[in-house]
């Protein structure tokens, strides 16, 4: 089983895969191949959630690092869409009775977004 790992790195200090960079910067430049990279490296990570021994865990992880991803971009649909992938990572732990790794993410969250109510 994979553990998660809250990110405590500040955000310059972020160290990304070249995949996850590309389309990060994609993202970033409104490139207009942005939205096929993003699927493509989203469908890698989701082939690799279908492949793990805790496939629950690792669906939560996915959206984790989708949140990441988009947090990273920056820009205000990409914080929406880094916000809505943590609440559904909240979501899914909590549903799958993992309430120390909701915790983790949720403070995570916070990190970033500050308090939520």
Do not use: H
């Not at 490296?41 to 805790?54: C, F, G, Q, T, W």
């Not at 865990?57 to 971009?73: D, P, S």
């Not at 820009?75 to 909701?102: C, F, M, P, R, V």
């Amino acid at each position: 089983m994979t553990n998660f790992t809250p990110d405590n790195n500040d955000l310059e200090q972020i160290k990304t895969p070249d995949k996850k960079q590309e389309v990060i910067n994609a993202l970033k430049e409104g490139k207009e191949n942005a939205q096929e990279l993003l699927r493509a490296l989203i469908m890698e990570k989701e082939n690799e959630v279908k492949k793990s021994a805790d496939p629950a865990t690792a669906a939560i992880e996915l959206n984790v690092y989708r949140a990441r991803l988009y947090f990273e971009v920056g820009t205000d649909d990409a914080l929406a869409e880094s916000l809505n992938d943590y609440e559904d990572a909240i979501e899914q732990a909590l549903n799958e009775g993992k309430e120390e790794l909701a915790n983790q993410i949720m403070s995570e969250r916070t990190k970033y977004f500050g308090e939520w109510n």
